[in-house]
């Protein structure tokens, strides 16, 4: 059990004067923003909790952050309406605006 990466070794010295390696399971990382890299506020560590509270009900819940989400939101319907090319648009939030409009 202890061979794999999923614990944390730590180098610890008991009381007794002996060196013993406790094993730790490893916290979960934080979720991240994938157009701004911030942290997902309202998300727990990716190990701590079940799935279904792993996301935001909102559209692009658990991946976009609320100010990517509504950017990419205004960037969709700009498109539509024409006043904007598919081109002017970066590439990382080109994906997300593409979702949007097949949505």
Do not use: W
Not at 61 to 84: F, P, Q
């Amino acid at each position: 059990m202890h061979r794999s990466h999923s614990f944390r070794r730590l180098d610890r010295v008991t009381p007794g004067k002996r060196h013993t390696v406790h094993y730790m399971r490893k916290k979960g990382e934080m979720p991240h923003c994938p157009v701004c890299r911030a942290e997902l506020n309202g998300i727990p560590s990716t190990k701590s909790r079940p799935k279904s509270l792993k996301s935001n009900s909102r559209i692009f819940g658990g991946v976009l952050c609320s100010r990517c989400a509504s950017n990419v939101i205004k960037l969709a319907s700009r498109i539509e309406h024409g006043e904007m090319k598919l081109n002017d648009i970066g590439i990382i939030q080109r994906n997300y605006v593409l979702q949007m409009i097949s949505h």
